[in-house]
């Protein structure tokens, strides 16, 4: 008989507490927190907000939620034991079946099987894709760590800013992987690793279409030594890349890094070779294929992963340029399939592979979870002792992405920003989890990313700018700016005005910024 409905909130949590009192409960790969198949009509009455039962998915009773025309969204929920759930990543799973469910107006509306988790400092809404129209019943599932301080976790259902039909069944939560077991701190007194004898690397990131005049103006005027070289594939977001032609465009792509690496040792820069776009991504909002989806469901995309490094490597080992070879972008495991390394097991396999090869370039590793700096919690040193690690600072998103997915709220910095109030402390604050990661495992960190659009109110991404490199000097972290000559709303050559898409007449305060700091760069010796 199938299981009805089972949520585990303190059972267990009591059990252990009649022995050891402070003795947290910890539960194995595969426990169950929350499941329903909607067989016992009584589950509905859990649930707060509008929703009703209709037929199942291989059974009699699903969740039916409906949104006619003139109304936007409906949506039903019920809360998780978060207090189980800290530390753990959970996968989220259901069968969903849709009736002329409209297209959205933003990329995360539509149909949504959601759990936003709620810290003191923050708020996530990880969510599975579910597409749009008509589809019979189909299996959706995403995967999210439930930080340490969660105050709450909720799982939602239903339609946002659409119309439509769905209906809902089979949901479970689950752990999908363990908390960490930390590594010993690494003691000693010899040099860190760094992969450069330069006192610092500081550049930007640049558009795979630069040409020799944007290069010199990088290296030779602005006096950069560093840049990160994106492998970036375009498509439509949401479209599943076709891996037919991958090996087609990757071959163009390193073409074009082959040409410029001499003008690269010519203008004194540095290269960071980063893998934007692995195999078996799909196409993210921003119009690039991420690194997630395939990656972590198939095998094979895992291997081919690996062959691409080892090709790369063998390409690269002996370029002058080239400091590091950056595995994947802002990695995402949504979910990690049977069979399937999850990131920390890919990167290490990886790196041995390039290792048989390069035994001398650096090879960089970001944490899963989009690469930011919380995702240091879940990232173990790798068995490798020339590893750089990575992060990416987009923080608060809401003020760094104003207005770059459609029109929203204007934020200036510092100040408040959805809420709470933001400045430089609470910039340090957000990355805490990497000065406590080099600190204790002894490692070199590289921004390989940070930035905020260039419209922010009141000169505030100067502001904002300014901060963070003072964070990352303190704590003598390289990094590169995001990005150079490639798409204008990052530009620093462009002024405030949203509307003027040329370049400002007169350097802007946050190009005068960067190149402040460019101009205490050491130039490396090819």
């Known amino acids: 008989m199938r299981r009805i409905i089972t949520i585990l909130l ?8 009649d022995t050891t009192a402070q003795e947290k409960p910890t539960f194995p790969k595969g426990h169950v927190y929350f499941h329903t198949d909607f067989e016992n009509t009584n589950i509905v009455q859990q649930f707060k907000g509008a929703a009703k039962l209709s037929n199942g998915c291989n059974s009699t009773r699903s969740l039916f939620i409906e949104v006619k025309p003139g109304s936007r969204s409906s949506m039903t929920s019920i809360p998780l034991p978060v207090e189980q759930m800290r530390g753990y990543t959970v996968r989220v799973s259901a069968m969903v079946r849709a009736e002329n469910v409209s297209e959205k107006p933003k990329s995360w509306n539509g149909i949504k099987v959601m759990v936003p988790v709620v810290t003191p400092s923050q708020k996530f809404w990880p969510q599975a894709e579910t597409g749009t129209g008509t589809f019979d019943w189909k299996k959706v599932a995403f995967s999210g760590r439930v930080p340490d301080d969660a105050k709450s976790a909720v799982l939602c259902l239903g339609l946002e800013e659409v119309t439509g039909k769905v209906w809902f069944d089979d949901i479970q939560v689950a752990v999908s992987k363990t908390p960490i077991k930390p590594k010993p701190a690494v003691a000693g007194n010899s040099p860190i690793y760094k992969g450069h004898s330069l006192p610092r690397l500081r550049g930007t990131m640049i558009s795979p279409s630069i040409n020799e005049e944007g290069l010199k103006t990088l290296g030779k005027d602005w006096n950069a030594n560093l840049v990160r070289w994106q492998l970036t594939r375009h498509g439509r977001p949401g479209e599943q890349s076709s891996d037919s032609d991958y090996e087609q465009w990757l071959e163009k792509e390193l073409k074009k890094l082959d040409d410029a690496l001499p003008l690269c040792e010519k203008y004194g820069i540095m290269v960071v070779v980063d893998l934007h776009s692995p195999p078996g ?11 997630d989806d395939r990656l972590f469901s198939s095998k094979d995309c895992q291997v081919r992963f690996i062959e691409i490094w080892q090709k790369m490597a063998t390409r690269y080992k002996n370029s002058k340029a080239v400091w590091g070879y950056d595995l994947a972008n802002e990695p995402v495991e949504n979910f990690v399939e049977a069979g399937c390394d999850d990131w920390q097991a890919l990167a290490e396999k990886t790196a041995k592979a390039i290792r048989s090869i390069d035994q001398q370039k650096a090879i960089i590793i970001e944490p899963a979870a989009w690469g930011g700096p919380e995702g240091l919690k879940d990232l173990m040193p790798i068995d490798d002792p020339n590893v750089v690690y990575s992060v990416h600072m987009y923080i608060p998103h809401a003020f760094t992405h104003q207005g770059v997915h459609g029109q929203g709220k204007e934020f200036a910095y510092p100040g408040a920003i959805n809420g709470k109030p933001w400045g430089k402390p609470d910039l340090e604050k957000a990355l805490q989890p990497v000065v406590d990661f080099q600190k204790k495992y002894r490692a070199h960190i590289y921004i390989g990313e940070f930035s905020a659009i260039r419209w922010a109110p009141d000169n505030s991404a ?3 700018l300014k901060d963070l490199i003072d964070i990352f000097e303190a704590n003598d972290w390289d990094w590169t700016y995001h990005a150079f000559r490639e798409w204008s709303g990052w530009s620093l050559e462009h002024g405030q005005d949203r509307k003027d898409t040329k370049p400002a007449s007169t350097p802007t305060d946050r190009q005068k910024l960067l190149c402040d700091w460019f101009s ?5 010796t090819f």
């Open 281 to 291: 991504g799909k196409n993210t909002q921003s119009g690039y294929v991420g690194s």
């Open 10 to 17: 303190c059972s267990l949590t009591i059990r252990t507490c």
């Open 462 to 464: 100067y502001r904002y």
């Open 520 to 524: 205490k760069n050491v130039k490396p």
